[in-house]
Structures are given as C-alpha cells and as structure tokens.
C-alpha cells in the first residue's frame, strides 16, 4: 500500500535549534508539496517541486527555511534557526495531476 | 484572489442522512482538477474523490460523490448515508493546469462536519 511517509510525527524542540523535517514521497510521483497547518492560518503551502525541482518556495521565510529534493525519494524542509511562532502541523504531499496524497504530519513544537 | 470558497464554517447531519458541502472556484484555465479531503481529529489529511474538468461523469468513490457544475465553477461533495466516523474537517482544493506547467494544489478555508447518532 503505497504512502508518503513523513519523519519524525512529532518534535518539541528549543528556539534556536535547527529542526530538519524528511518525507519520503510515492514512488512515481513527480509533485511533492510542503504544507503548514494552523488553527489560525489554515493550510500555507511553503514550497512545491516538480520532477525534483523547486518551483515555488514563495511561501517561506527564506532566512530560516529551505527546501530540498537530494533524491526522488526524499524530499527536506529545514528550519533554522526555530522560532515559536513556527509551531505547526507540517505536511508534505506527493501527487500527480489526478491524485494528491499527504503523509501524516510532523508536529512541530519550539519552546 | 481567494481560489476555493467553502462558505459552511460547519454542518450539522443526523446518521444514514446525506449531507452537501460547498465548494466554488475561480479559475481562468481550462484544465484544472478539483479534490476532496477529509481530516478527522487524529490529523492525517485524507484524498477523498477528484474530478476533472474536462471529465464527462461526475466522480463517485463509495459514498462520496461530487456534484460538479462547471458553468457555476462549483464542486460539491455529497455524502450519502452519513456515519458517526464522517465527523471531521473536510476541505475543497484546486489544481489548475496552466500552460506554464506551473501549479499547485489551492485548499479552502474548510468544512466541519459534525454526524449526530
């Protein structure tokens, strides 16, 4: 049964400190997303890759997040350094045009 | 411009009723996709049902179906016979498919659904 695989589900986590987030996407897909989830947000896309490459991280703040695909079967959301205010649900998705499919969430707690 | 409209903060349906929730769009392109996902307490974020815009049916998937009625750029998911466990948050989103080959995937706001026994 095929599914993205997010790690770790949860992190608590000092401010200051680095917080990597790994997801693994279907085999196959050529999408991935990274959503953030908030009570008071919603859902923000935070970047979106196609085929490995980055095609819109607009929705970072780009002096402490970063997005990468090393490989097509992982795909990398670093914070550094972390701020509470980055307290979230993160999402990654991988998907093609007809289906898009999330992995459970790394809960994200900074102290 | 917001994308995706769900105008129903929450719903309230009795067990084994249907309920209908909302979804409108704003796209200029053709080709675009339209999804379903529900995420009940525990978090996970599940794909219910897609349609696309140029499918000729609209999309079933067991209890689900989408109500698509493309002139009036809606896209409502129908749930038939509701059950206790169809209690979550249900959000509508968009893949629009533009020439640029650029596009992402734009949620609603959301939809709490609340089944009564």
């Known amino acids: 049964d095929a599914r993205v695989t997010q790690t770790p589900r949860h992190k608590v986590t000092e401010m200051g400190q680095e917080v990597t987030m790994r997801c693994q996407p279907i085999?196959?897909?050529?999408?991935v997303f990274w959503y953030r989830q908030t009570m008071m947000q919603g859902l923000e896309l935070l970047a979106y890759f196609r085929n490995r490459a980055p095609l819109d991280d607009s929705g970072m703040p780009k002096d402490r997040f970063s997005a990468e695909m090393p490989d097509a079967t992982l795909a990398t959301l670093k914070i550094q350094p972390s701020e509470p205010r980055d307290s979230a649900v993160y999402f990654c998705?991988?998907?093609?045009?007809?289906?898009?499919?999330f992995g459970q969430g790394t809960r994200l707690t900074v102290v | 411009a917001q994308k995706i409209t769900q105008t129903q903060p929450g719903m309230f349906v009795q067990e084994k009723e249907a309920v209908t929730l909302d979804c409108t769009y704003d796209t200029s392109d053709p080709s675009y996709g339209l999804f379903w996902y529900k995420q009940p307490s525990s978090g996970e974020m599940i794909f219910l049902i897609y349609q696309g815009s140029y499918d000729q049916q609209n999309a079933t998937e067991g209890r689900y179906s989408l109500n698509f009625q493309k002139a009036r750029k809606s896209a409502n998911l129908v749930i038939s016979a509701s059950q206790l466990g169809d209690s979550a948050m249900y959000f509508c989103?968009?893949?629009?498919?533009?020439?640029?080959?650029?596009?992402?995937?734009?949620f609603g706001k959301g939809t709490m659904l609340l089944v009564s026994p």
């Open positions: 989103a968009m893949r629009d498919q533009p020439n640029s080959g650029y596009s992402t995937l734009t």
């Open positions: 085999l196959g897909h050529n999408t």
């Open positions: 998705a991988s998907g093609s045009q007809t289906e898009a499919f």
